[in-house]
């Protein structure tokens, strides 16, 4: 073997490392999905109560996505902020051509605890905006019969305009918008606490109307729009609880959520509230309108 063959293979010898190095790195930076057991189990301890930092990681894009902060830039040109993006409306169509569309009132879905108790949590219409980032929101939660009112503000953090292919310019873009949330329940009722942690949503930009808007389209079915990841402290006995709570799938449930394709309720965790849950996903004209109702006082021996 002469000298410059020598050369030449260790030269291809380095291409290769660095090619497989830049390979482990690209992978690493690549993220599990927490909505699906089988990848959250990998990553993550099923032990931990606050996945509100991992949830946050999960949502701010990284190196091996093609993306843009462009909050200030919004907020420069005067952009405003769908309410729909604070509070627990629901986009619906009003029919099979998509036309028109239309808010419904309803109510969040969420799991409390490490045994998944079903927690709904409402959040009025009304947004007030406190400053350019700040919202302020009231409403309610409910965990079986115990329903709760609350105050509260989200803080939006960043929003990015994400390119699903880094070498296609004029494919679909998205946008998430990445949000600190804290709510606090009325210290008068029973079984009250407070709720803290990350709040994600996508939404989309309405350039005409100089609007920041819910969108309805990203993710399809299996995942939702709005997430809130974090935990329930309560006043009483300090106990803090995961607590998750989203329009559809939810993240960080670990086997609690083993269905491939839709949500569905592991039989351990079954519960007359998440056989409600089953019923009222199939005939949603018949949802509990909760809210609604006068609330009741309940008494415990425990807290929730």
Not at 35 to 44: D, I, K, M, R, V
Not at 175 to 183: A, E, I, P
Request: with cysteine.
């Amino acid at each position: 073997m002469n000298k410059w063959q020598k050369i030449t293979n260790k030269i291809a010898l380095i291409v290769v490392l660095m090619l497989s190095s830049c390979s482990v790195m690209f992978a690493q930076s690549k993220k599990s999905n927490p909505f699906y057991y089988t990848e959250l189990s990998e990553q993550a301890d099923y032990k931990h109560i606050d996945f509100s930092s991992e949830y946050k990681e999960w949502l701010i894009p990284d190196s091996s996505e093609r993306f843009e902060d462009i909050t200030h830039e919004l907020l420069g040109n005067g952009y405003t902020f769908e309410r729909a993006l604070f509070n627990s409306e629901r986009f619906t169509y009003e029919d099979m051509n998509g036309k028109p569309l239309y808010y419904k009132e309803t109510s969040f879905n969420g799991i409390l605890g490490d045994k998944y108790a079903r927690i709904e949590i409402f959040i009025h219409p009304e947004v007030e905006r406190m400053d350019s980032l700040t919202f302020k929101v009231n409403g309610k939660s409910k965990v079986e019969e115990n329903i709760c009112d609350f105050t509260g503000e989200i803080h939006i953090e960043h929003i990015y305009n994400v390119w699903e292919r880094v070498n296609d310019p004029d494919s679909p873009n998205y946008y998430v918008m990445v949000c600190n949330y804290l709510f606090t329940e009325d210290k008068a009722q029973y079984g009250t606490g407070f709720f803290k942690g990350t709040y994600g949503a996508y939404c989309y930009i309405d350039k005409a109307n100089k609007m920041i808007r819910l969108d309805i389209d990203v993710g399809g079915g299996e995942f939702n729009k709005r997430n809130y990841v974090g935990i329930w402290q309560s006043y009483k006995t300090k106990a803090v609880k995961r607590c998750v709570w989203g329009d559809y799938r939810m993240p960080y449930t670990f086997d609690f959520d083993i269905g491939s394709e839709d949500m569905r309720i592991n039989p351990k965790y079954n519960s007359p509230e998440w056989e409600q849950w089953q019923y009222e996903m199939h005939n949603p004209k018949e949802k509990n309108r909760w809210w609604k109702t006068l609330r009741k006082e309940v008494s415990h021996e425990t807290d929730r």
